[in-house]
């Protein structure tokens, strides 16, 4: 769905596309219009790719959240990524991941729910804000070594 320029999307947003999103064609790109989302992922039939929007149009606090539905529940073959709209731009930040703590490294432009190393589990989430110099990223996921970040754009097991 294309929004006018005027347009803002709604305030939450189901995320269950019907083709696998990847790197090259992303399920959504993200802009400022966004900002302020909760979108809700579904990867119970394919894989969801977020592309977070460029700084230079992002203002300082600009944020989005997104939580694994109730569908995406025990799936273990579709991936949910995040990616920054290029490589040069890092996400910083934490997730508590089965209870210990997991610290993005620099260089991270791609976090991801690997399904091929632990199930997905719905209500696993996670928020993104920037500063606008780069990305911070909190959230939760419950199975060990459910999440993968890469330096590069990289979703894939």
Same mark, same amino acid.
């Given at each position: 769905?294309?929004?006018?320029?005027?347009?803002?999307?709604?305030?939450?947003?189901?995320?269950?596309?019907?083709?696998?999103?990847?790197?090259?064609?992303?399920?959504?790109?993200?802009?400022?219009?966004?900002?302020?989302?909760?979108?809700?992922?579904?990867?119970?039939?394919?894989?969801?790719?977020?592309?977070?929007?460029?700084?230079?149009?992002?203002?300082?606090?600009?944020?989005?959240?997104?939580?694994?539905?109730?569908?995406?529940?025990?799936?273990?073959?579709?991936?949910?990524?995040? #990616? +920054? *709209?290029? &490589?040069?731009?890092? !996400?910083? $930040?934490?997730?508590?991941? @089965? /209870?210990?703590?997991?610290?993005?490294?620099?260089?991270?432009?791609?976090?991801?729910?690997?399904?091929?190393?632990?199930?997905?589990?719905?209500?696993?989430?996670?928020?993104? #804000? +920037? *500063?606008? &110099?780069?990305?911070? !990223?909190? $959230?939760?996921?419950?199975? @060990? /070594?459910?999440?993968?970040?890469?330096?590069?754009?990289?979703?894939?097991?």
């Amino acid at each position: 769905y294309e929004f006018t320029e005027m347009e803002k999307p709604p305030m939450y947003w189901i995320l269950s596309p019907s083709a696998d999103g990847t790197t090259a064609v992303p399920t959504i790109k993200l802009d400022y219009r966004y900002d302020n989302r909760i979108f809700w992922i579904d990867i119970s039939s394919y894989a969801v790719v977020v592309q977070l929007p460029p700084l230079a149009e992002s203002s300082i606090g600009t944020k989005f959240k997104f939580i694994l539905n109730e569908d995406s529940e025990g799936e273990n073959s579709k991936n949910f990524g995040i #990616i +920054t *709209d290029n &490589t040069h731009t890092d !996400i910083h $930040g934490f997730i508590s991941v @089965a /209870n210990t703590g997991m610290h993005l490294t620099a260089d991270t432009s791609s976090v991801y729910w690997d399904t091929s190393d632990a199930v997905a589990r719905a209500g696993d989430w996670c928020e993104l #804000i +920037t *500063d606008g &110099t780069a990305w911070y !990223i909190t $959230g939760r996921a419950v199975e @060990a /070594n459910a999440i993968d970040i890469a330096d590069g754009h990289d979703v894939t097991t």
